[in-house]
């Protein structure tokens, strides 16, 4: 699941930042002769070679122009001198700083694509529901209509109904999972009289996609009933940083 790779994701950063910190300590460090200073270079070497090949299980790197070196080919401390040795570790600290870049865009991606969809939603969806929907499929279709009209194939970029899970006892299935995002969306209708009904399920939501998702969309879409809208939205989102409420007035 997409917020397994996220974790994968910030767990490897981490590592690669203490690599990182290592690297520059042992190049800082006055208190040892040059002649053994940089003795760790072939250690460092392996560690970010080993970092970069788990980094591209999670990350296609093809693209991304990261280098790795031979490490069978490299020759031990005491077969090389120690200038030679203070440049591999410079290089491992370019190169790890490089794989830093890669991990910290990806998660920066993943917030600005969130916020993308949101505001998507926000200002196209009313445009693309013409007659007063009695129903919330006619909303969630609307919502695939637009999801398509964006160039995203379902089973690829989303899925409909898809992702069904188990807590405390009770099945829940998201209207669209969004994998790339971590994101589960869900729509409500809101008539009359189903204002309380609505926010007893978002609520309900919450609790239980929090244990699958590490984000979370409400697109509620309203026929005339929220009177106002901050304080609809405020309880809801107060919930956690990655949930979103969308309100749509027909």
């Given at each position: 699941m997409?917020?397994?790779r996220?974790?994968?994701?910030?767990?490897?950063?981490?590592r690669?930042?203490?690599?990182?910190?290592n690297m520059?300590r042992t190049l800082?460090?006055a208190t040892?002769?040059e002649?053994?200073r940089?003795?760790s270079?072939k250690?460092?070497?392996e560690?970010?070679?080993?970092?970069?090949y788990?980094?591209?299980?999670?990350?296609?790197?093809?693209?991304?122009?990261?280098?790795?070196?031979?490490?069978n080919?490299m020759k031990?401390?005491a077969?090389?001198?120690?200038?030679?040795?203070?440049e591999?570790i410079e290089s491992?600290?370019?190169?790890?700083d490089?794989?830093?870049s890669?991990?910290?865009?990806?998660?920066?991606?993943?917030?600005?694509?969130?916020?993308n969809?949101?505001?998507?939603l926000k200002?196209?969806?009313?445009?693309t529901?013409?007659e007063?929907?009695?129903?919330e499929?006619?909303?969630?279709?609307?919502i695939?209509?637009?999801?398509?009209g964006?160039?995203?194939?379902?089973g690829?970029?989303?899925?409909r109904e898809?992702?069904?899970f188990e807590?405390?006892g009770?099945?829940?299935t998201p209207?669209?999972?969004v994998n790339k995002?971590?994101?589960c969306?869900?729509?409500?209708?809101l008539?009359?009289?189903?204002?309380s009904?609505v926010?007893e399920e978002i609520?309900?939501?919450?609790?239980?996609y929090?244990k699958a998702?590490k984000?979370?969309?409400?697109?509620?879409y309203d026929?005339?009933f929220?009177?106002?809208?901050?304080?609809?939205k405020?309880?809801?989102?107060n919930?956690g940083d990655d949930?979103?409420v969308i309100?749509?007035?027909h």
């Amino acid at each position: 699941m997409d917020i397994e790779r996220t974790k994968r994701i910030k767990m490897l950063l981490l590592r690669c930042k203490n690599l990182k910190e290592n690297m520059i300590r042992t190049l800082n460090d006055a208190t040892t002769m040059e002649s053994g200073r940089y003795s760790s270079f072939k250690t460092y070497a392996e560690e970010y070679g080993r970092l970069a090949y788990q980094v591209n299980k999670v990350i296609d790197l093809s693209n991304e122009g990261v280098r790795v070196y031979d490490i069978n080919s490299m020759k031990n401390w005491a077969d090389t001198v120690w200038p030679h040795q203070k440049e591999i570790i410079e290089s491992t600290v370019v190169y790890t700083d490089t794989l830093i870049s890669i991990l910290e865009s990806e998660i920066d991606f993943a917030n600005d694509e969130y916020s993308n969809l949101e505001n998507f939603l926000k200002t196209k969806l009313r445009a693309t529901i013409f007659e007063k929907p009695e129903k919330e499929i006619e909303v969630q279709n609307a919502i695939e209509t637009l999801f398509i009209g964006k160039g995203w194939n379902r089973g690829i970029d989303f899925d409909r109904e898809s992702g069904k899970f188990e807590f405390s006892g009770k099945e829940y299935t998201p209207d669209f999972i969004v994998n790339k995002l971590g994101l589960c969306i869900e729509v409500k209708l809101l008539k009359e009289n189903r204002k309380s009904k609505v926010i007893e399920e978002i609520n309900a939501d919450i609790t239980a996609y929090g244990k699958a998702y590490k984000r979370q969309m409400f697109v509620i879409y309203d026929l005339g009933f929220i009177r106002d809208e901050t304080e609809f939205k405020r309880d809801i989102e107060n919930a956690g940083d990655d949930i979103k409420v969308i309100i749509v007035k027909h």
